[in-house]
């Protein structure tokens, strides 16, 4: 099963290209060492983040173009893609995330 839920914060005003909308996603996780979350000298867990780049279409991708911008909370629920391809004789890969569905808020 490919399935990912993602929930973070949009790291860029989303870009409309016909039918498809993409944006990036950053996600925070605690840093952990020994087992254990590293705690800063301000007494919080300190984090890393990690950034997502989620690619949606049609409907979703209209939707999303005309109510997110940079900032917005939202949780992204769809799949992982990889993809391949050669360009001037490099191979390059990436990944990104299919958007079936996202939540506000």
């Known amino acids: 099963m490919n399935h ?3 929930s973070g914060r949009v790291g860029e005003t989303p870009s409309q290209r016909a039918a498809v909308t993409s944006f990036s996603l ?3 996780i605690n840093k952990r060492a020994e087992g254990k979350a ?4 301000n007494g919080h867990p300190e984090q890393y983040t990690e950034w997502h ?3 949606c279409f049609n409907g979703l991708a209209e939707t ?3 109510h997110v ?5 939202l949780t992204v629920i769809g ?8 360009k001037d004789g490099v191979k390059h890969s990436g990944t990104e995330i299919i958007a079936e ?3 506000f808020g």
Do not use: F
């Open 69 to 73: 911008e940079k900032g917005k909370k």
């Open 26 to 28: 950053a996600t925070s």
């Open 53 to 55: 780049r989620i690619t």
């Open 38 to 41: 590293v705690i800063g000298e």
């Open 4 to 6: 990912v839920i993602l």
């Open 79 to 86: 799949r992982i893609h990889y993809s391949r391809y050669e």
């Open 64 to 66: 999303i173009a005309k």
């Open 101 to 103: 569905q996202i939540e």
